[in-house]
């Protein structure tokens, strides 16, 4: 009969022991912290100064899934970023502050993009710049980035919004018709529907000093909720991670970017290139972004869209934008 040996309390302490240095090791600690994740994040439908968010599963590990919703407002985003549906959302700054107006809590952590608009006219509508609007119709998209810019250069140019130039409240996708039916004059619109309209040849653009405004330099940000900071810093960190990692793939390699983009958003490469050339890709939120953001709160408080201040400090939450440039700069 075989016996098998009997294991004394020194064996014993000696395979635990190898047993736990097997478990410190990097390689069992990878693997531990390499747990499957699936991050549910927002995007805008159909617009190239998106396209970070299009390829973070380009730059995501093996164990981490990109679950990319479109929606069709910033609205829509943040009701699902605040209700637990999405873990982030990119989404429009001046969104992002009307939230936390509301109290609703919400953060901004990074930049997305700048940039991003056009004014248009309708080709033969005899209009060339801003100063020539009073009596004409002006499509825009309410409280956003571009309809705040537009009543800036009508301010600039003597003009007044609902007094001298008729404003006519349409959703983005709505611009191209109206445009080209000559329902409206002027279309202060959004990518891409400013690039198809000049591509179409039914518009001109009628505002090269449109990012020359004092909100010029700011636009798309990436939000999360208060709350997936406060409980799992660690998801919001890879979140900018990501971000940072997809906004530089895409400024290293824009012909790549341009060609799937026109394959996602079922758009002429041609459109989805001019539209990019209309685009500023960056992360960071510094001085000079902070103060733009102080003024926009400014212009919105003046046209009525806030009834309140808001203290800048209060929209972002940037402690994890270094270790996300660092992951971004990392070979």
Partial sequence: MLRHPKLDRRMFAALAGAAALLLATP????????????????????????????????VAPPNVKIDLLEVATSAEAMDALLTGNIDAA??????????VAQDRPVAVIAAVSSKGG????????????VKDLKGKTVAVSKATQTDIMMRELLQKAGLEAGKDVEFVLLPTNAHVEALASGRIDVAATTEPAGSIMLSMGVGTDIAPDLYETSTGKVGIVLA???ATIEKDPAKVQL??????KATAWVQ????????ELAKILRQKEDVVRLAMTNSALS??????FKQQTATLIDQLIKIKYLDRSVAVDKVFDLRFLDKARAAAEAK
């Fill in 283 to 288: 992360i960071d939120i510094d001085d000079a």
């Fill in 252 to 259: 290293s390699h824009p012909d790549e970017t341009a060609a």
């Fill in 90 to 99: 990119y989404l429009g700054l001046v969104t992002s502050v009307l939230a």
């Fill in 27 to 58: 390689a069992v600690q990878a693997q531990t912290a390499a747990a499957p994740t699936t991050l549910r994040i927002s995007t805008f439908k159909g617009q190239p100064h998106y396209a970070s968010s299009y390829m973070l599963a380009k």
């Fill in 118 to 129: 056009r004014i248009v006219a309708r080709k033969g509508s005899g209009i060339a710049a």
């Fill in 239 to 244: 979140i900018a991670d990501l971000h940072a």
């Fill in 224 to 226: 999360v909720s208060r």
